[in-house]
């Protein structure tokens, strides 16, 4: 730990990460005495410093306010110039390093190639797993209630009925065809910068599924303001004090997974996919 003296460590057996923080230790105070507590963030899950003369619930709300930006444990100078990890010893430098880089999820210092949370094991990486996995059962469920309304549609307007049991296979690329013929979209987007998806709605706003196609280049969020003028869907995303009820997200129906609104749209999804727009607190339900 960044400083293994401050705070209670935590009591189950090969753990000992510190569970609760309210006063620095001798060593630190020698070097930042404007400062009396480390907490966690329940936003960003990472940890933050409280300076003296402020509560804990000041400098939570100060930091929230800032979009999660100031009062970072990461922006604290540290003593330890070594690498967390007790087997990384840089032979060039006789184990100390030029730059430390702090991790905001559990607070140690660590050397540029540890510096990722999936290179040193953070245990920030699974704080929020059983929240990730009721998130995904709720867009499992909103899924499969867009999907059994879809078959229904398809199974009263059908005109010949099936001559076999067996379902009939089609090609993704006669999949894509069909969408491309029937695909609305900004008609300035080049056709070879085009990325086609099949677009669902919140599903108490009634509009049905529909084929659309937008440029490849542009970010996830760019996207989503589209497909929610599309279907004229009130979007408030752009309002910092936007609560979770108001807040729209787009959902990839292949893997069930959020789709990162700084993403690009040609990286994070392939031609002839869907994507489902819900409100983040459908999904939290």
């Known amino acids: 730990m960044e400083f293994p003296k401050l705070g209670k460590n935590c009591s189950l057996a090969g753990c000992g990460q510190l569970a609760e923080a309210k006063v620095l230790s001798a060593n630190v105070q020698r070097r930042a005495t404007s400062f009396q507590s480390v907490d966690l963030c329940p936003t960003c899950k990472s940890m933050i410093l409280s300076p003296s003369g402020m509560t804990t619930e000041e400098t939570l709300k100060s930091h929230q306010a800032s979009n999660c930006v100031s009062h970072l444990l990461s922006s604290f100078p540290r003593e330890s110039k070594r690498c967390a990890i007790s087997s990384c010893k840089p032979t060039t430098t006789g184990g100390r390093l030029p730059i430390v880089v702090v991790c905001d999820g559990c607070g140690d ?19 929020a797993s059983e929240e990730t996995a009721e998130r995904r059962a709720r867009i499992d469920e909103i899924l499969k209630h ?8 398809a199974s009263s307007t059908a005109m010949t009925p099936r001559t ?6 089609t090609s993704k690329l ?8 029937k695909a609305t ?14 677009v669902g709605f919140p599903k108490d706003t009634n509009v049905t599924t529909k084929p659309m196609f ?10 989503l303001d589209k497909i929610a003028t599309a279907g ?17 997200i787009l959902v990839d129906q292949e893997t ?6 700084d993403d690009r749209l040609g990286d994070a999804i392939e031609s002839g996919g869907g994507v489902l727009l819900e409100r983040e607190g459908v999904i939290n339900q």
Do not use: Q
């Open 109 to 127: 210092g660590f050397c540029l190639r540890h510096r990722h949370a999936t290179d040193h094991g953070c245990s920030s990486i699974n704080a």
């Open 146 to 153: 867009i999907r059994n309304n879809a078959n229904k549609s």
């Open 164 to 169: 076999n049991n067996k379902p009939k296979k």
């Open 174 to 181: 006669v999949e894509l065809m069909k969408m491309k013929s």
């Open 185 to 198: 979209g900004d008609s300035s987007i080049p056709h070879e910068s085009r990325l086609y998806l099949n």
């Open 214 to 223: 937008f440029d490849k280049s542009w970010v996830i969020g760019k996207v």
């Open 232 to 248: 004229k869907i009130r979007n408030v995303n752009n309002k910092m004090d936007v609560s979770k009820n108001e807040r729209l």
């Open 256 to 261: 069930n997974s959020i789709l990162n609104v």
